[in-house]
């Protein structure tokens, strides 16, 4: 039971690049969503989902877009890549909507956008 | 509006004595969900506790509670006999139902325990 991964840990990339950050979970969970983590800021919500094929937006959505084609899978790609999009991204898993459990958070990828 | 505030940006604690994390939040709902998380400085995040809006007692898990106070809509963090492993950022974290259950995340305090 891996838990909530992430790839990569870490990457830079040049304004105008396009990538996708991965995340998977083993634990059968519902419920993922993306986070960005800025110095001063907390964690704010990007995207999530309630299951396969669900998808909505959070706070800040503008720039990225996600899909779920499996349970297991919630990836978040970054369109157009901007220096304001320079952050710590996290991956988070619950295991359902109404579910009162914490959420499980994966480790993180810190991208650098020049 | 925030709807989680973290007044304390920075706070030291001597090892061994207890400390509490200020946090205030600000909802509608009646029914929500109230969490702490600590983020070493491996940048993890650690859950730490939770109370749900009903909870008439005050959460505990070891060494760590949550002082919960639903009319002044605060829920502080208290750690207790602190350990120089507890150094770290730690967040308060709310959750609504209404609205798909989305998570609001406060800006942090940084605790660091002095030997």
């Known amino acids: 039971n891996a838990g909530v991964t992430q790839t990569p840990k870490f990457q830079v990339l040049k304004t105008g690049q396009s990538m996708t950050l991965q995340c998977a979970q083993d634990?059968?969970?519902?419920?993922m969503s993306w986070y960005r983590q800025d110095p001063g800021m907390g964690l704010r919500l990007i995207h999530y989902?309630?299951?396969?094929?669900?998808?909505d937006q959070g706070e800040v959505p503008n720039g990225y877009n996600v899909s779920r084609s499996t349970t297991e899978d919630f990836p978040l790609r970054l369109l157009s890549a901007a220096p304001s999009q320079t952050s710590v991204y996290f991956c988070?898993?619950?295991?359902?909507?109404?579910?009162?459990?914490?959420?499980?958070f994966g480790p993180g990828t810190r991208l650098t956008v020049l | 509006a925030q709807k989680i505030t973290q007044t304390q940006p920075g706070m030291f604690v001597q090892e061994k004595e207890a400390v509490t994390l200020d946090c205030t939040y600000d909802?509608?709902?009646?029914?929500?969900?109230l969490f702490w998380y600590k983020q070493p400085s491996s940048g993890e995040m650690i859950f730490l506790i939770y109370?749900?809006?009903?909870?008439?007692q005050n959460a505990t898990e070891g060494r760590y509670s949550l002082n919960f106070q639903k009319a002044r809509k605060s829920a502080n963090l208290v750690i207790s006999a602190s350990q120089l492993g507890d150094s770290a950022m730690y967040f308060c974290?709310?959750?609504?139902?209404?609205?798909?259950?989305?998570?609001?995340f406060g800006s942090g305090t940084k605790l660091n325990v002095k030997p």
């Open positions: 909802t509608s709902d009646q029914s929500y969900g």
């Open positions: 974290a709310m959750r609504e139902i209404v609205g798909f259950n989305k998570f609001y």
């Open positions: 634990m059968n969970h519902e419920y």
């Open positions: 109370q749900g809006s009903y909870d008439e």
């Open positions: 989902s309630v299951g396969a094929g669900i998808t």
């Open positions: 988070a898993s619950r295991r359902d909507f109404d579910s009162y459990n914490e959420q499980f």
